[in-house]
């Protein structure tokens, strides 16, 4: 089992304990986890044998797992020095989630780490700081979200349904939807929301600032396994997503180097040309958002498959042609 499911099971154990006044029993884990009953109890036992005030009571009926009362403000979690180290230098990449409840508590959570460190180790923490500096990438401000995404949370770890008024940016309108939010996904400074939308019958991705109103329903939902959804967000090139494309592109010996230095996409294949170039391959959930990214490369990238994104990127080149009038100079403003 990967360590990382393991990890993302127990951080959900914590979620629910924390949400519920009345605890939660095995069966009712079993069903916030999706997996078998046995797997919970082994992932109670590493809990409680990592520090965690976690105990079971069978007052009435059917035993009950609760987090000790006076946890809820304050989780023990055991951090070596280098750990803390690197979760306070780690508050600049995290700057793009300022004006959310997530910062306000990574601040307050960076505060206590900077006052568990000794005097010695922050002396040596202030004077590194001026070596190491992360610019913030570009970001939307969602300080007029908290509400939302707070909402979203609950509904996620509660699995309730929401309705939702959201507007559509390609077609400049509003509709109302019934959604069953699966996950919140932070991806290029924005916050997104993977959710079966039941007006479309299918899984969706909803950008957090254009829901204009949200409503939690009675209704629930069973979440699907966790796979299914890591499946659909690691498909796409991007967020949005379209019918599954496999696509090749050429790219010059010019930016060879630099498509070989990262991971573009999970399934990309990478083939080195006897001229230095590079062939790029890979299999994208549609091809909207692949093509920014081939015109970021301008003419050191050419589509070799399909037609159909070759053709649009032609049509993209030709209209940037007509706009810079083929070396004609701008037109005066005013």
């Given at each position: ?13 914590i ?29 109670l036992e ?14 009435e ?69 001026h070596t190491v ?20 949370n ?9 309705r ?28 997104y ?50 019918e599954?494309v ?23 294949k990478?083939?080195r040309?006897?001229?230095?170039a ?32 070759r ?13 810079y ?10």
């Amino acid at each position: 089992m990967a360590r990382g499911d393991q990890l993302a099971r127990q951080w959900t154990i914590i979620q629910s304990l924390l949400a519920s006044r009345t605890g939660k029993t095995i069966p009712q884990l079993v069903e916030v986890l999706g997996c078998h009953r046995r797997t919970v109890y082994r992932d109670l036992e590493a809990l409680q044998s990592a520090g965690f005030p976690l105990y079971s009571d069978q007052a009435e009926g059917p035993s009950r797992w609760y987090l000790i009362e006076s946890a809820r403000q304050s989780v023990p979690i055991p951090f070596s020095i280098t750990e803390l180290m690197a979760l306070y230098f780690s508050r600049d990449w995290l700057k793009v989630l300022e004006n959310t409840v997530f910062h306000e508590s990574l601040e307050s959570l960076f505060q206590k780490v900077k006052a568990t460190l000794p005097p010695e180790t922050n002396r040596y923490l202030e004077t590194f700081r001026h070596t190491v500096k992360v610019r913030t990438q570009p970001h939307k401000q969602y300080g007029a979200f908290r509400e939302t995404l707070d909402s979203i949370n609950q509904a996620i770890i509660d699995r309730t349904v929401l309705r939702i008024d959201y507007y559509t940016m390609s077609r400049k309108q509003r509709s109302q939807r019934r959604i069953a939010p699966y996950r919140l996904w932070f991806f290029d400074g924005a916050f997104y929301l993977v959710a079966y939308c039941y007006l479309r019958e299918d899984v969706r991705v909803f950008a957090v600032d254009r829901i204009r109103t949200l409503d939690t329903l009675s209704q629930t939902f069973r979440r699907p396994d966790e796979g299914v959804v890591d499946g659909f967000m690691e498909a796409s090139f991007g967020v949005f997503r379209g019918e599954n494309v496999q696509v090749t592109i050429r790219f010059s010996s010019q930016v060879a180097g630099y498509i070989h230095e990262k991971t573009w996409h999970p399934t990309q294949k990478l083939t080195r040309l006897k001229n230095g170039a590079v062939l790029f391959e890979a299999e994208v959930a549609g091809t909207e958002e692949i093509k920014h990214w081939i015109l970021q490369w301008g003419a050191q990238a050419e589509v070799l498959a399909p037609d159909t994104l070759r053709r649009e990127i032609q049509a993209e080149a030709m209209g940037l042609l007509k706009a810079y009038g083929a070396g004609e100079p701008p037109e005066k403003i005013g």
